[in-house]
């Protein structure tokens, strides 16, 4: 089993900037990828970037963050982070980590981003 604590959201103006960090711990030798999604009220859970855990470190972002939003990762801190930039009232939405731990997908308890117009 995985856990995920994450922290970085809040209140933010329409073009500021947040850094979302996620931390792994438990089972992090089985983890294949880690990556966000997001949920706005009244809308399906959908995924934002997401970045393997390989030599290469593929990554794959939404078309809607694409530009705006990069993830990265600190190997040593088992921890994934999510900068975002350019922020859009359309990126307020609970935010979730996850890891892919061999198929089974491990959910953080969400952080909330606000952006205001």
């Known amino acids: 089993q995985v856990q995920l604590v994450e922290s970085g959201g809040g209140l933010v103006q329409a073009g500021g900037s947040l850094r979302l960090s996620c931390a792994a711990s438990g089972s992090i030798f089985s983890i294949n990828g880690m990556g966000w999604f997001r949920q706005a009220p009244g809308k399906q859970r959908e995924l934002v970037a997401f970045a393997a855990i390989t030599s290469d470190g593929s990554t794959n972002y939404a078309d809607s963050v694409k530009g705006r939003f990069t993830i990265s990762r600190d190997n040593a801190k088992n921890t994934v982070y999510l900068q975002m930039n350019s922020l859009k009232p359309e990126d307020t939405a609970v935010y979730y980590c996850?890891?892919?731990?061999?198929?089974?997908?491990?959910w953080g308890q969400g952080t909330q981003v606000t952006v205001s117009s």
């Open positions: 996850a890891a892919d731990a061999r198929g089974v997908v491990n």
